[in-house]
C-alpha cells in the first residue's frame, strides 16, 4: 500500500507522516530529501551556487537554507528556477524508493502533490489540514517571515482544495494525541487491506 500524504505549509504534515513511521511504515519525506541534496549532494550544491551566487554556502561547504530563501523568496522567477533544479531530484528519488520498497506501507509526503499532478502514482492520498492562525503561528515558530509565507502558499492549491481532491482528510485542529489518533486509525484500516476510500472528513 502506497500513500501520499499532502497539505499546505505547517499544517503537521511531517508530524503526521512521523508517526505513521513510529506505527511501522516505510516513509520519505520530500523537504528531507531537499535537506539532503542541499547538504550533501555536490551537484546540486554547485548547480545551486552557480545560479544564485557563492553567497548562498554555508560554511560546511553545503547550502545554508535560510540564505537561499532570502535570495529567492519574493523573486518569482528565482524560485521558479530552483525548483526546476530540485523537484525532478526529488521526485526521481521519491519513485526509486517507492520502487525499491518491501514494506506493506509506504509513506511519501509530498507537499505539491496535486500541483505535479503525481496522486495516481499512489494507492491513496490524504490531505492533512490545519486552522489559518495556527498555521501561521508554526510558520513564524519556524524562522519564516509572513511574506515568504504568502509566497510558497501562492504556488500551492488552497487548503480546501487539496481536501477536496484527496481521498482522507485529517483535520490538525487538535492537539499531538488527536493527531496521532488519527495515524493510528488510518494506520490500522490500510493494514487492513481496505485499500482506496472515497473523500472522507477527519479519520479517527
Known sequence: ????????????KSTFVRILGELGAETVSADGLVHELLAGDEKTIGRIS???GEGVRGGDGGIDRRALARVVFGDPEALKDLEDI???LVREETDRRVALSGAE?????IPLLFEGERSGQFDLTVAVTAPEERRKTWAAERGMGEDQRRAIEARQLPQEEKARRADVVVENDGDLGKLRGQAEGLFERVRGGSGRHGHEGEEG
Open 105 to 109: 506501507v509506504f509513506v511519501a509526503e
Open 1 to 12: 500500500m502506497t500513500i501520499a500524504v499532502t497539505g499546505p505549509l505547517a499544517c503537521g
Open 50 to 52: 552557480e545560479r544564485f
Open 86 to 88: 530540485l523537484h525532478p
